[in-house]
Nanobody, 122 residues
């Protein structure tokens, strides 16, 4: 499956952005999806995941109640709605896909998008 992330940009602290990741090539609804991020000088970290049907979601503690992951299987797209943004959310955000159940480790995901940069100014 090919993944194309979009929606990054510059936001002020407290603002919002919505990322999208469009998938093509395989049956999207068979894949659990996730967002990871990599900040300057940091390792890639898990942000959020959603099950193939969308009924289960998972978040890293630092984004709970601020970020929402969702998916539209009819549009082959997964979203990350980010609100109450903080400067520490600045990172390149990557979407990822894996067959089967959701996971929080990057090594569990087989397919990756190219990343989209989110910059949050204070």
């Amino acid at each position: 499956v090919q993944l194309q992330a979009s929606g990054g940009g510059l936001a002020q602290a407290g603002g919002s952005l919505r990322l999208a990741c469009a998938a093509s090539g395989r049956t999207f609804s068979n894949y659990a999806m996730a967002w990871f991020r990599q900040g300057p000088g940091k390792e890639r970290e898990f942000v959020a995941a959603i099950s193939w049907g969308g009924s289960s979601t998972y978040y890293v503690d630092s984004v709970k109640n601020r970020f929402t992951i969702s998916r539209d299987n009819a549009k082959n797209t997964v979203y990350l709605q980010m609100s109450s943004l903080k400067p520490e959310d600045t990172a390149v955000y990557y979407c990822a896909a894996r067959l089967g159940n959701s996971a929080t480790s990057a090594s569990s995901y087989h397919y990756w998008g190219q990343g989209t940069l989110v910059t949050v100014s204070s």
